[in-house]
């Protein structure tokens, strides 16, 4: 099945005619500890013909470290700096718009090594917080929630490492970022200052100073109306849904949120005909 464009509010592309391929990660590339459909024959074939690759999560609880290693057991090979990560993003964003700050993190290992990266200043002090940066937290606790919301009524300001209120697991969902971060909203009587992740612009910022490459000439692909597909819409890229994860045709109408593209699945990028 060909692809569907959706939208005529860009000039036409073939799909495989883009300098720069951004990929979701969870939904898109695999689901669970398999690789989905069409994707490895379609990530080598990008490769062979020199396109730009990048592979772009929300997630919390992997560094980029991490995140290569596992695309490497499912058998795709990138480098570290084809990873983008809202936790790395994070790390950039302190590192370079609040260089002073103290902050107090709820997130897991994976937060604590990013943050340390870009030498973050992490403090477990609720009265020297300056910010309360939350991620997805396995082990969240009543205690942390305490310390998070003394620290955003002594005046630090809410970051959220991503807007997914959910994430899907084998057998169901788990809570994810957001829903953490409604909680410390809700106690602290406080509201979010800044979302980090996709689809923030701080976000496509640093992916497009890896890439350098026009967000016009790049395709964002990915499962997620809310996350994907307005991340690509509100910074200049062309958009494709492919519907091997959480969003389907009918959520398009719901949401508001139109992709340029509909793919089955990825192996459609390769195709020359729309």
């Not at 991490?66 to 809202?86: D, F, K, P, Y």
Request: proline share 4%.
């Amino acid at each position: 099945m060909h692809a569907h464009r959706t939208l005529a509010r860009k000039n036409r592309k073939e799909l495989h005619a883009f300098e720069g391929y951004l990929f979701d990660l969870d939904g898109t590339i695999y689901a669970g500890n398999k690789l989905l459909p069409g994707v490895l024959s379609t990530v080598n074939w990008l490769r062979e013909q020199e396109k730009a690759v990048m592979f772009v999560t929300n997630t919390t609880i992997r560094t980029k470290e991490s995140v290569q290693q596992r695309l490497s057991e499912l058998g795709i090979s990138c480098e570290v700096n084809e990873v983008l990560t809202a936790l790395c993003v994070a790390g950039k964003y302190f590192q370079e718009i609040e260089p002073s700050a103290n902050v107090l993190m709820i997130g897991e290992t994976a937060m604590e090594q990013e943050l340390a990266r870009y030498d973050v200043r992490i403090t477990e002090n609720p009265m020297l917080a300056t910010h309360v940066l939350v991620g997805l937290d396995r082990q969240f606790t009543f205690e942390k929630l305490t310390a998070g919301v003394n620290a955003l009524r002594n005046g630090a300001k809410l970051i959220a490492a991503n807007p997914d209120p959910f994430c899907p697991i084998d057998d169901g969902v788990i809570p994810d970022t957001w829903s953490l971060v409604k909680a410390l909203e809700t106690a602290s009587l406080q509201k979010t200052v800044r979302v980090i992740g996709k689809p923030s612009a701080f976000y496509a910022q640093k992916a497009f100073e890896l890439l350098n490459i026009e967000p016009s000439q790049c395709l964002m692909v990915g499962d997620r109306l809310s996350t994907d597909i307005q991340f690509g819409n509100s910074n200049d890229m062309y958009t494709a849904l492919v519907l091997t994860g959480a969003d389907a045709k009918q959520d398009i109408i719901q949401t508001g949120i139109e992709p340029d593209y509909i793919l089955q699945q990825l192996s459609e990028i390769k195709s020359n005909h729309l």
